[in-house]
């Protein structure tokens, strides 16, 4: 058939319409961050006429950004270092190794899954209050650790799982111990799977408020996420730099997208492929 | 899709195990390992325990047990009453609560917007599946807003949403009285799930896209050499082979709308107005950090739980059935 056919317009138009809508809101606040206060509240819509990066300054020196930044990114890289490690030692051991109620542990660890933060909130804060862990960086580190350790495991178990025994086993007539084995050959191996399942749960606790709220209580320990939910009252006449400060909290993110963003979808889809 | 690339496509016939295919699902495979009888030393035998053991205590310690405590906890009481059995007074006091009346009249709102939700991202997976021009930039574009946290988004839809804000600026130039989207109760909740909705259906699409991978193409040659439209090919094709993606999808998206709107209702509307967009997730969070009432809060967490495994539950029994049926 040579004649165009119709069909391509009627998906083509609603499609791009709705790509503008998915990026219409973030360049709209880009754009509010870089005008002035006057400027704003004459025109929503109009182009700044100059980019203004001092208001950047301006919401990241008031409120204690840098503060809230560097606590996040030290509990955020803490938290993702330990889950690779601890999420690869389990799914290696549970993939390629035989022992003992070796499927027990595997479905311990599934469960982990379905118990959501919100149900065990209140006895978790309880649990770390009485070991003296609330409001300390090493007890935000294990909340986050432990929400998202059942998941790492999941993952790293199906990935090893791909791997061949025999490349095991013939590390193991090397000479080899279990430990060398995990070291040498495991590890390595994992780089792919570890990428991608460490920039999730980067992701995850990079953009978790919940968690480090009931956590964290005290001002000075708050991650950067908390920060920005109390922007809005601080600047709440100040629109340019209450954007300004958003925009702030959104950079890490945007530029990981811009530059992984195949990892973070191929980790997004084999957690799904593989249940 | 897999990660990488570490599986070659053709295994090496192994010798020495029993039957060769892998046992089921289970964490290991079957037949016998060429592993030198005794294994060497005790702490070689011990080292799958090493391995796991950190893990797994984890998960135990701050995932499975919490879990019970706070069930437990849900049957005692507050303040004077620590730790004293109260039976099922808390509940009770939930049920005639009107703000919990309303947080689970909301989780009935997203059960009835969950099918948008779905089929939404459903279809633009189909389309970009089949190739529309520029289906990688449309992919990238619609992913994007999935990685940003839920504070960030708030905060922008905040702005856009202002009573002086740019989107009753653009009514207001068409003549149109602004609307106060975030201060009206019977609009509010709309307003934070469809941005929920903006927000997180890129994840459902990468989801999507990861189910047509697995399609067999060849179907949907059949389909179009028969001449089937486009409806045709959807409904007789493509979801039935999809069943299995379009239940998992169906289930994280219900599990997202129940925990992980806390932080666009913390920012946007921080329950009000009036407690119309108040979840049990934000319930729980008042009640316990605000209230000082943990263990009525517990009985609000064990009902979440609750309407977890039921909606899980029911969705697959749901969808088990319309997979028959095809």
Known sequence: MS?????????????????LATIYPLLFTVNVAMKTRRDYILDRFSLTDALRWENLGTAWNSVGMGRYFANSLFVVTSSVVLLLLLGSMAGFALSQLRFRGSSALFLGCLAGLFVPFQVIMVPLARLMADTALIDTYPGLVLVYVAQFLPFTVFLMTSYYRGIPPEIVDAARIDGNSVYGVYRRIMLPLGTPALLSVGILNALFCWNDVLMSLVMMPSADHRTLMVGVTSLRGQYSDDIPTFASGVLIAAIPVLVVYLFLQRQIADGVAAGSTKG | MPIGNAQPSVR???????????????????GARSRRAGGGSRAER???????APA??????????????????????????????VGFDNYRELFEDSLFRTAL????????????????????????????????????????????????????????????????AVLGSVGV?????????????????????WATFGMALVVFLAGFATLDSSLLDAARVDGASLPQVLWHVIIPSLARTIQFVFVTTMIGMLTSMFGLLFVMTSGGPEGSTYLPEYYIWIQ????????????????????MLVVGMLQIKLLERAGRDN
Do not use: C, K
């Not at chain 1, 609603?14 to 790509?19: I, K, R, T």
């Not at chain 2, 090496?12 to 079957?30: L, Y």
């Not at chain 2, 009285?177 to 909705?197: R, S």
């Open chain 2, 12 to 30: 090496p016939v192994q010798a020495g195990r029993g039957g060769g295919a892998a046992a089921g699902s289970s964490a290991h495979r079957g």
């Open chain 2, 177 to 197: 009285a602004p609307v106060d989207w975030l201060g009206d109760p019977d609009l509010a909740m709309f307003m934070v799930v469809g941005v929920h909705i």
């Open chain 1, 3 to 19: 004649r165009v056919r119709p069909g391509r317009w009627v998906v083509a138009i609603p499609m791009s319409l709705l790509a």
């Open chain 2, 105 to 168: 009249g909301n989780v009935g709102l997203l059960v009835l917007l969950l099918p948008v939700a779905v089929a939404i991202p459903g279809l633009l997976a189909t389309f970009i599946y089949l190739r529309v021009p520029g289906h990688r930039f449309y992919r990238s574009v619609y992913f994007f807003p999935a990685v940003l946290s839920p504070v960030i988004v708030g905060a922008i839809f905040n702005l856009l949403l202002a009573y002086d804000g740019p989107l009753n």
């Open chain 2, 46 to 52: 011990l080292a799958p325990y090493v391995l796991v």
């Open chain 2, 56 to 85: 797994a205590l984890i998960i135990v310690v701050l995932r499975l047990y919490p879990l019970l405590l706070g069930v437990n906890f849900s049957f005692t009481g507050d303040g004077e009453q620590n730790g004293v059995a």
């Open chain 2, 288 to 307: 316990q950090g605000q209230m000082n009432r943990p263990a009525l809060a517990s009985a609000a967490s064990t009902i979440l739980f609750v309407i």
